[in-house]
């Protein structure tokens, strides 16, 4: 897997303090995508080893505590992210207690395959849909289309108050 940017203190994709990964590849290239330089999974930087040591060690950073990680790109839930996503979330739940995360997809809750439903099962809340421009919502919280849904879908670990779809 590839990544764009990751920031260690991130205070706008998701609740609280957060540390955020973008990934690369996507397959959904959205017509006003604000982040097409990620479509192509070849782009970017290596995710390796130390990007994911140092992820985890930004988690559990005590001096500035993060709520949990956000998971954006591209989409983290490309057939070809799903192996190192899917690792990168059994790390973070096993060595990162109490962390929630957030993960932006173009694909749909209701429709995503076997392998993108084993990723979601480690995801505290899912933010899913292809952006729509036509249905541009700059008010929205989380989102830019009002076809996009916020989805709660572990809501102790979450701690989203509210409902389960925003």
Request: net charge neutral; hydrophobic share 35%; with cysteine.
């Amino acid at each position: 897997m590839n990544f764009h940017k990751y920031y260690p203190l991130d205070v706008v994709n998701g609740p609280g303090t957060r540390v955020t990964l973008f990934v690369a590849g996507c397959e959904h290239q959205c017509r006003g995508c604000y982040n097409q330089s990620t479509w192509d999974l070849r782009s970017g930087q290596v995710f390796d080893k130390a990007m994911a040591d140092t992820l985890i060690h930004d988690l559990n950073d005590t001096r500035i505590p993060r709520r949990g990680l956000s998971l954006s790109g591209g989409d983290p839930l490309h057939p070809a992210n799903l192996a190192a996503v899917g690792a990168l979330l059994q790390r973070v739940q096993r060595e990162c207690p109490g962390k929630d995360v957030w993960l932006w997809t173009g694909y749909v809750h209701e429709n995503l395959s076997d392998a993108q439903r084993a990723v979601v099962e480690l995801v505290d809340v899912l933010v899913d849909g292809p952006f729509v421009q036509e249905l541009l919502s700059p008010g929205l919280p989380w989102r830019g289309s009002s076809n996009q849904r916020v989805l709660t879908l572990k809501p102790n670990n979450s701690r989203q108050a509210g409902a389960s779809l925003l």
